[in-house]
């Protein structure tokens, strides 16, 4: 059984790998294909689709709307996150632990129902849909990534090194500004990155909230329709995916370290 | 300059909600004093030292430094500087920017700064350590680190919050004698919050006993030692022998007691004693009982069964049962003469100085 193990497994691993990555290596391979059809053999190696992209008026106007909301939504959820976050690390209060689990559970909400929601509140209250509600709804959505990522560097935050500063003769905002913020920076501009990232990929929502405005995803969804339009969508889903890789692997290099910081600055009281 | 009060402490008392942590706690603190307050967790120690740095207020009475109340005066306005339990080491900084945190905003002129921060280096033997990253610390460097961080701001008081209690037995020991030795090479005010009574005893030139927020004894380590005032400083402070004793006569200072086992005693009145009917408690430290071997006479002597021994290594404790005492002695014996081989059951003599039979509150 053990020895059987020991030879499957390695196998089904590699086999899982393939199914999680292969259809997202399609797309960078058949984004530089001179022929419309994705389909294999290649004809030939383009970049064509690429330079059409800035030529399309309406995906640069759906690229900034994405941009915009994409901005608004990490501000504003690490904002959030940040107060929730020095709340959950640094006061016990009663209904603590409720509370973490209520600000978690978006995560595992489906997003569908969260944003059917949404939309019955947010035309009950009088609103109309528009990239202010498309923040909203990426708020919520991006919050608990925010919250994980600012508690893991808050975590450990040792409070008697704001009270050194003081110690030594420094200013409330000094402390601010020479302790406190460069001890949790990277843990606020990883929260930033996530944040964006996840806004920019979102669908659900925004397809929802959005009325007539579009999004990255919005664009990209109409433009399946077209067959014609399909290599410009691959091309433009390539960018958006190196995009992100970028961005959350600096977001998690970020938050190691500001965790490194804060467990190296604790590790004297264990 | 020696007798000139540097802290002076009057009727402070915090509480929280319900909770006295200090009820009117009343000190005077020498300049170039080590000075500390000592008791068990809890006791309202931490809270005066954070009282003194300007981390809490009291809720009524007076902090007074060098001559300036400090009512309202923030911690950053105040020439104390502190060694935190934690050593609060700012791990984003290396060890020289550690040091120079505090001179940054004194504005030296960088060669000024360097100086300082050298000299302050030196001072705690980490020269040539100033580049090393603060994560990159073993604990007893951390708390090195944190004394230069303090004394180069040349506080005129240094608060030391339990600063020896993460460091390994050796270290610690090693670090109290460079500490005392430090204190009285740069002759700032010390004041050293611990709850190891040898540290204090170590380390200090006066300590203040604290219980459940009160002040019990302010006094040198030897009288501290010697005379405690009540039951509870005498336990804290170490082994005592407490005998049951029935006043006799008091007369001005003195006291004449009866007790069984060691007869009718004369001794100091002390301070905090109020007469309790007839019945007052003395004691005696484990180690001021001396085995009396073979035919070896002594002109004070108490008589009992050895009932349980206790080999510690360099010592040996012995428990010995004395008739018509209500519990048995607790004697502390070194080796040299065979201690370790003293056979259970055996009678043995101890011999006392009377003066060493102190009378104290309960």
């Not at chain 1, 806004?199 to 067959?227: C, K, N, V």
């Not at chain 2, 073993?138 to 303090?150: C, D, H, K, P, Y």
């Amino acid at each position: 059984m053990k020895a059987l193990a020991r030879k499957w497994l390695p196998a089904y691993a590699g086999l899982y790998v393939i199914f999680l990555y292969l259809p997202i290596l399609l797309l960078p391979i058949f984004s530089v294909n001179a022929s419309p059809i994705p389909q294999f053999p290649l004809t030939g190696i383009t970049t064509k689709w690429y330079r059409d992209l800035p030529k399309t008026p309406a995906l640069i106007d759906a690229a900034w709307n994405s941009l915009i909301v994409g901005v608004a939504a990490a501000v504003l959820s690490t904002v959030l996150g940040i107060c929730a976050a020095r709340a959950v690390t640094r006061y016990r209060f009663p209904g603590r632990r409720p509370i973490q689990g209520l600000i978690m559970a978006p995560l595992v909400l489906p997003e569908i129902i969260i944003a059917i929601s949404m939309l019955l509140i947010l035309l009950s209250l009088g609103l109309s849909l528009s990239l202010f509600t498309v923040v909203l709804g990426h708020v919520l959505i991006c919050i608990p990534y925010s919250i994980t990522v600012l508690v893991s560097g808050f975590e450990g935050f040792d409070r008697s090194l704001e009270e050194a500063s003081a110690d030594l003769g420094e200013t409330a905002f000094g402390t601010f500004r020479r302790v406190t913020l460069p001890m949790v920076a990277p843990a606020i501009i990883s929260s930033l990155l996530v944040s964006f990232t996840i806004s920019l990929d979102e669908f659900i929502m925004a397809f929802f909230l959005a009325g007539t405005e579009t999004t990255l995803p919005i664009y990209i969804w109409g433009q399946l329709r077209f067959a014609a339009k399909l290599p410009g969508v691959l091309a433009l889903g390539t960018l958006m995916l190196a995009a992100s890789i970028l961005m959350l692997t600096f977001a998690e290099v970020l938050r190691r370290r500001a965790e490194r910081r804060t467990a190296d600055a604790g590790a004297a009281l264990a | 300059m020696p007798d000139r009060t540097m802290i002076d402490i009057r009727g402070v008392s915090r509480s929280y909600g319900s909770f006295k942590a200090l009820d009117e706690a009343n000190l005077s603190i020498r300049e170039g004093e080590f000075f500390s307050l000592l008791g068990p967790s809890g006791c309202g120690k931490t809270t005066l030292l954070r009282m003194i740095a300007g981390f809490d207020t009291p809720t009524t009475g007076k902090i007074v430094i060098d001559g300036q109340p400090m009512d309202g005066i923030p911690a950053n306005r105040r020439p104390t500087n502190m060694v935190f339990q934690s050593y609060a080491i700012f791990p984003h900084l290396n060890v020289e920017q550690n040091v120079a945190y505090g001179l940054k905003r004194l504005r030296l002129g960088a060669e000024e700064e360097k100086r300082r921060v050298e000299e302050a280096l030196a001072m705690v033997s980490l020269t040539g350590l100033g580049k090393r990253g603060a994560t990159e610390l073993s604990g007893g460097q951390r708390q090195r680190v944190a004394l230069a961080r303090a004394l180069v701001m040349r506080p005129k008081v240094l608060l030391l919050d339990e600063p020896l209690s993460a460091l390994d037995k050796k270290l610690r020991e090693q670090m109290q004698v460079e500490l005392r030795r430090l204190q009285k090479a740069v002759g700032i005010t010390f004041i050293l919050v611990t709850h190891d009574q040898y540290e204090a005893l170590a380390m200090s030139d006066r300590i203040a006993v604290m219980f459940g927020g009160r002040i019990s004894q302010v006094a040198a380590p030897k009288e501290i030692y010697q005379r405690p005032v009540n039951r509870q400083v005498a336990d804290f402070l170490g082994g005592m022998n407490f005998i049951r004793a029935e006043l006799v006569e008091e007369a001005g200072n003195t006291i004449v007691v009866d007790t069984l086992g060691f007869g009718r005693v004369r001794t100091e009145r002390p301070p905090a004693w109020e007469g309790n009917g007839r019945a007052a408690t003395l004691g005696i430290r484990p180690e001021r009982l001396r085995v009396l071997w073979d035919d070896a006479r002594a002109a004070h002597e108490v008589a009992g069964t050895l009932i349980e021994r206790h080999y510690f290594g360099e010592i040996t404790h012995l428990v010995v049962d004395v008739p018509g005492m209500e519990k048995p002695l607790s004697v502390t014996e070194t080796n040299d003469f065979g201690a370790d081989d003293l056979p259970v059951g055996a009678t043995i003599r101890l011999a006392y100085d009377p003066d060493a039979l102190v009378a104290m509150a309960d």
